[in-house]
């Protein structure tokens, strides 16, 4: 019998096996053939401490010196964008943020295709960087197998049954069923931890997956986009980011999905495209590519980690939404220290605001 047994290769899982691997030994299962398949493969990828709900940034300000070490950030910027009537959304927008009030026109200093006749409000932020996914995801699957820890991808968990002192996975690759037993469970399925809890007979507090999509297309206009800032428009309706040259616009909706391998719908696209071209000078005259992802979040929009109420012998990470990578640090170091009964980095009660006890049985 193994000591974790860790189910889901995404950020959140590999993450947590190479923080788990330190206390003993680990497993991971990842359905897919590679990490990082779903969600985490398709992050528009950022890193933003004031970026989500309370117990969101206490994880990322936990995780930013991980983040610089480990090489995977690169500076960006944040340029946030308003039209005529959101006064009130951009006042509340950009203190939350902590970015700085500029004129349009500094705007389009930063971003020269902005129309600056339909902004009439923006704000700057310097310290916004881009997050190098893979880089990440790798260094966590590296760390993950020099202490120890078997990766396994191509393994889909099928079955749970609890037992005295552990639980039985049975593990399915091609045409042959594998059971492995391990002491304790990881939930860190993305999309999908509401059936592994299910299988595993474990209440769940209601993890929802939301597809959000994006559309590549080429640099506007011809021009050089890499030192472009990230542009988000104040109420979330669309943002933008430069790409490896080109520039990637995200619709940036919020549709309930069951989990799946998801794709982008092409009319959410166009309408997310229109909503976008309304603030540029450069019309979108052709898309290179689209997809789509699940980011999936707990009711009240914060990550879920620790071990279940009902057995504290499955343990909870999920619920990472749109900020699995910036969180991942800390989130993994987090749940490491309940298991170790060590005290956590983060204050007692951005703890219980990441409880799964903070939910109903």
Not at 171 to 190: H, K, Q, Y
Not at 195 to 218: D, E, F, K, W
Request: aromatic share 8%; glycine share 10%; charged share 20%.
């Amino acid at each position: 019998m193994i000591d974790f047994l860790v189910i889901g290769g995404g950020i959140a899982g590999t993450s947590t096996a190479a923080a788990l691997s330190t206390l003993g030994s680990a497993i991971l299962l990842e359905a897919e053939p590679a990490l990082g398949y779903h969600a985490s493969g398709r992050s528009a990828a950022m890193f933003l401490e004031t970026y989500g709900n309370g117990p969101v940034r206490a994880l990322n300000a936990a995780s930013a010196a991980t983040h610089r070490e480990t090489g995977v950030l690169s500076p960006r910027g944040l340029l946030i964008v308003a039209g005529p009537g959101e006064e009130e959304r951009f006042a509340r927008t950009h203190a939350e943020f902590g970015a700085t009030p500029v004129t349009p026109h500094e705007a389009a200093a930063l971003w020269p295709i902005l129309d600056t006749a339909a902004c009439t409000r923006a704000a700057y932020l310097g310290e916004v960087f881009d997050l190098d996914t893979d880089r990440l995801l790798q260094h966590f699957a590296r760390t993950a197998r020099e202490n120890g820890a078997v990766i396994r991808t191509g393994h889909t968990a099928s079955a749970v049954t609890r037992f005295d002192g552990g639980w039985a996975v049975e593990a399915r690759s091609g045409g042959e069923t594998t059971t492995i037993e391990a002491r304790m469970l990881v939930n860190a399925a993305g999309a999908w931890a509401d059936q592994v809890a299910a299988m595993a007979g474990v209440p769940s507090p209601g993890i929802q997956p939301y597809r959000r999509s994006m559309a590549r297309l080429p640099a506007p206009g011809g021009l050089d986009t890499r030192s472009w800032p990230f542009v988000d428009e104040v109420a979330e309706r669309w943002y933008a980011k430069p790409d490896a040259g080109a520039w990637l616009v995200s619709p940036a909706e919020e549709d309930p999905m069951d989990p799946h391998d998801a794709w982008a719908d092409d009319m959410v696209i166009a309408e997310g495209l229109a909503r976008y071209e309304a603030f540029v000078t450069e019309p979108v005259t052709r898309v290179e590519t689209t997809w789509a992802g699940l980011r999936s979040f707990a009711p009240d929009r914060a990550l879920v980690i620790g071990p279940a109420p009902s057995d504290p012998a499955f343990l909870w990470c999920a619920g990472q939404g749109g900020y699995g990578f910036q969180t991942a640090p800390a989130a993994s170091r987090l749940l490491a220290d309940l298991v170790a009964g060590r005290p956590p980095e983060l204050a007692p009660d951005q703890c219980a605001a990441l409880s799964p006890a903070r939910f109903p049985a």
